[in-house]
Nanobody, 116 residues
Framework: QVQLVESGGGLVQPGGSLRLSCTASGFTFSNYVMNWYRQAPGKERELVASITRGGLSATTLDSVKGRFTISRDNAKNTVYLQMNILKPEDTAVYYC?????????WGQGTQVTVSS
């Protein structure tokens, strides 16, 4: 069974940091591009960052460039999102994603709340 499980979310003060993790199972993780998306209340889901099979990363969302970094450990079947200098507008549910056999695979999401 193809599965993605996120962890690491929580409540953090503005300016703080969090590292999200997403552990994959049921497929050959190292063969797939992995993505992080987020969805804030009342807004559409948006792509935050992507990373290739070989570890080349791209931060797609302008508002997080220079603050968020995506990485992966193929030996652990895990993709990470390091989030620094967090802002209240980063508050959202963060989702791990990949495309497998023509279908989008999503994790259950992890809530990140940035508030004082």
């Amino acid at each position: 069974q193809v599965q993605l499980v996120e962890s690491g979310g929580g409540l953090v003060q503005p300016g703080g940091s969090l590292r999200l993790s997403c552990t994959a199972s049921g497929f050959t993780f190292s063969n797939y591009v992995m993505n992080w998306y987020r969805q804030a209340p009342g807004k559409e889901r948006e792509l935050v960052a992507s990373i290739t099979r070989g570890g080349l990363s791209a931060t797609t969302l302008d508002s997080v460039k220079g603050r968020f970094t995506i990485s992966r450990d193929n030996a652990k079947n895990t993709v990470y999102l390091q989030m620094n200098i967090l802002k209240p507008e980063d508050t959202a549910v963060y989702y791990c994603n990949t495309r497998y056999a023509g279908a989008n695979i999503w994790g259950q999401g992890t809530q990140v709340t940035v508030s004082s």
